[in-house]
T-cell receptor
Framework: DGGITQSPKYLFRKEGQNVTLSCEQN?????MYWYRQDPGQGLRLIYY???????QKGDIAEGYSVSREKKESFPLTVTSAQKNPTAFYLC??????????????FGPGTRLLVL | QKEVEQDPGPLSVPEGAIVSLNCTYS??????FMWYRQYSRKGPELLMY????GNKEDGRFTAQVDKSSKYISLFIRDSQPSDSATYLC????????????FGAGTRLFVKA
């Protein structure tokens, strides 16, 4: 089955700790994205990558970091600099045809909670 | 002003009702319009995708785009309890625009 997987489903972070959220896709998509979803707000873009070994900051990148060493994988690290990390994190991927008919497909999400 | 405005609801309807969900937007460069359905604690799934103005129908779902009014709608006919979810509108510019802008989502409850 083709799709996007995210792990873990729930993640707990202690103060001052960095945590990493996993995102893997087997859709052969070039582009991958990380969003944050908070109650009452739309999805906000954290980082995106349109090709391996390249990524760009989104609207709310402060306190987050990513890597894109493989086409299939786009892990997100929530650093201790992110002061309000409690949220639902969604990974997405698309064929990456900029301005074209590409649509984004989402993973099941990771809920991050601060202890 | 947000680029995309969507009434958060909640919207509660009886089973079998016709549901109308709407979004307004301010960026006239948006060309691609999507509706996603998101069940509680799950990732959004793509429901409908339309390009430019017009209507698109898929089963019980109809998406409508009125670019002159900067207004998009999703209609659900014969609504079912399984349609209870949050519906997110999303849109993107045409040429060179890859960034998708999402509405905050409307929470829908269909009562049996």
């Amino acid at each position: 089955d083709g799709g996007i997987t995210q792990s873990p489903k729930y993640l707990f972070r202690k103060e001052g700790q960095n945590v990493t959220l996993s995102c893997e896709q087997n859709l052969n998509h070039d582009a991958m994205y990380w969003y944050r979803q908070d109650p009452g707000q739309g999805l906000r873009l954290i980082y995106y990558s349109q090709i391996v070994n390249d990524f760009q900051k989104g609207d709310i990148a402060e306190g987050y970091s990513v890597s894109r060493e493989k086409k299939e994988s786009f892990p997100l690290t929530v650093t201790s600099a992110q002061k309000n990390p409690t949220a639902f994190y969604l990974c997405a991927s698309s064929t990456g045809l900029a301005g074209g008919r590409e649509t984004q497909y989402f993973g099941p999400g990771t809920r991050l909670l601060v202890l | 002003q947000k680029e995309v405005e969507q009434d958060p609801g909640p919207l509660s309807v009886p089973e079998g009702a016709i549901v109308s969900l709407n979004c307004t937007y301010s960026n006239s460069a948006f060309q691609y319009f999507m509706w996603y359905r998101q069940y509680s604690r799950k990732g959004p799934e793509l429901l409908m995708y339309t390009y430019s103005s017009g209507n698109k129908e898929d089963g019980r779902f109809t998406a409508q785009v009125d670019k002159s009014s900067k207004y998009i709608s999703l209609f659900i006919r014969d609504s079912q309890p399984s349609d209870s979810a949050t519906y997110l509108c999303a849109m993107r510019e045409g040429t060179g625009g890859f960034k998708t802008i999402f509405g905050a989502g409307t929470r829908l409850f269909v009562k049996a």
